[in-house]
T-cell receptor
Framework: AQKITQTQPGMFVQEKEAVTLDCTYD???????LFWYKQPSSGEMIFLIY??????QNATEGRYSLNFQKARKSANLVISASQLGDSAMYFC??????????????FGKGTLLTVNP | SAVISQKPSRDICQRGTSLTIQCQVD?????MFWYRQQPGQSLTLIAT?????????ESGFVIDKFPISRPNLTFSTLTVSNMSPEDSSIYLC?????????????FGEGSWLTVV
């Protein structure tokens, strides 16, 4: 089974509107972290936001917020007031605390976001 | 956040040759990671590199094909050996700031390799 599932291969949003990118995960580890990264066409991976499994509140970073629903094992990224520069591939990733590769990130397949003017 | 520089940023390589990618971090870090992203795909961890010890490789990756050096706490290299077109990928270096599980993992700009 996939550990990280991003069901939206592509998403479109109008400039200045909000958009939600879905991410569900699968783990039996009680301690884990969830990450979102943005990858523009240049190829770099830009860290956006982090949510720890024990964090009581949803993470926020500027226009980015993470809708963390632990019981549903979902960690959706919400981008408010979309900008043209937000057009990029977005990856959800998870790190589990246990196991042989304690610091290994497992990535989803990504969602390509296009912001329309 | 950590500033991570990779060289080269892009290269076109001949089949059968080897190329070494450098990763320089602006602060000392315990663990450095090398990922591969094949065209249109997600990222896959190649290996974890700790200073002073041999790199730990993930299933499907071997030292003979992807030798890694980690001479100090701010620098690492990944060599892609005896390249074939299937090695055409973005190779990314990443580091974790701090030592607890709640810290952030940052990536370099990536090295785009095209094997012809």
């Amino acid at each position: 089974a996939q550990k990280i599932t991003q069901t939206q291969p592509g998403m479109f949003v109008q400039e200045k509107e909000a958009v939600t990118l879905d991410c569900t995960y699968d783990t039996s580890d009680p301690s884990y972290g969830l990450f979102w990264y943005k990858q523009p066409s240049s190829g770099e991976m830009i860290f956006l936001i982090y949510q720890g499994s024990y964090d009581q509140q949803n993470a926020t970073e500027g226009r980015y917020s993470l809708n963390f629903q632990k019981a549903r094992k979902s960690a959706n990224l919400v981008i408010s007031a979309s900008q043209l520069g937000d057009s990029a591939m977005y990856f959800c990733a998870m790190r589990e605390a246990s196991g042989g590769s304690n610091y290994k990130l497992t990535f989803g397949k990504g969602t390509l976001l296009t912001v329309n003017p | 956040s950590a500033v991570i520089s990779q060289k080269p940023s892009r290269d076109i390589c001949q089949r059968g040759t080897s190329l070494t990618i450098q990763c320089q971090v602006d602060s000392q870090v315990t663990m450095m990671f090398w990922y591969r992203q094949q065209p249109g795909q997600s990222l896959t961890l190649i290996a974890t590199a700790n200073q002073g010890s041999e790199a730990t490789y993930e299933s499907g990756f071997v030292i003979d094909k992807f030798p890694i050096s980690r001479p100090n706490l701010t620098f690492s290299t990944l060599t892609v050996s005896n390249m074939s077109p299937e090695d055409s990928s973005i190779y990314l270096c990443s580091v974790e700031q701090g030592v607890s599980s709640g810290n952030t993992i940052y990536f370099g700009e990536g090295s785009w390799l095209t094997v012809v």
